[in-house]
């Protein structure tokens, strides 16, 4: 019931940005928890970070991209976003963006159980 496009990737230098897209089209999409994960060639799909209504706007992120990466959302559009900052070389994978029918956020790839096409970043040096 629920389709994820991504957009906004791309190739840039290090120390640069991207601002990433996800627009959602199906049903309570205002009560879904958002996620973004990421994938790079030969690794796992891993967690990056989410954002529920909890307790008002709930987030969380993987350690690795805190103070760097912000994501955000916007109803009235429906569609989540994922400002980075400060990019690096072990940023570079496909993103995707994903959904949950619970209000609260997680950084299980289970938990989620609509995922979009993904979109490549990729960081050089």
């Known amino acids: 019931q629920v389709q994820l496009v991504e957009s906004g990737g791309g190739l840039v230098q290090a120390g640069g940005s991207l601002r990433l897209s996800c627009a959602a089209s199906?049903?309570?999409?205002?009560?879904?928890?958002m996620g973004w994960f990421r994938q790079a060639p030969g690794k796992e799909r891993e967690f990056v970070a989410a954002i529920s209504w909890i307790g008002g706007a709930s987030r969380d992120y993987r350690d690795s991209v805190k103070g760097r990466f912000t994501i955000s959302r916007d109803n009235a559009k429906n569609t989540v976003y994922l400002q980075m900052n400060s990019l690096k070389p072990e940023d570079t994978a496909v993103y995707y963006c994903a959904a949950s029918k619970s209000a609260y956020y997680s950084m299980y790839i289970t938990s989620y159980d609509y995922w979009g096409q993904g979109t490549q970043v990729t960081v050089s040096s």
């Open positions: 199906g049903r309570t999409f205002s009560s879904y928890a």
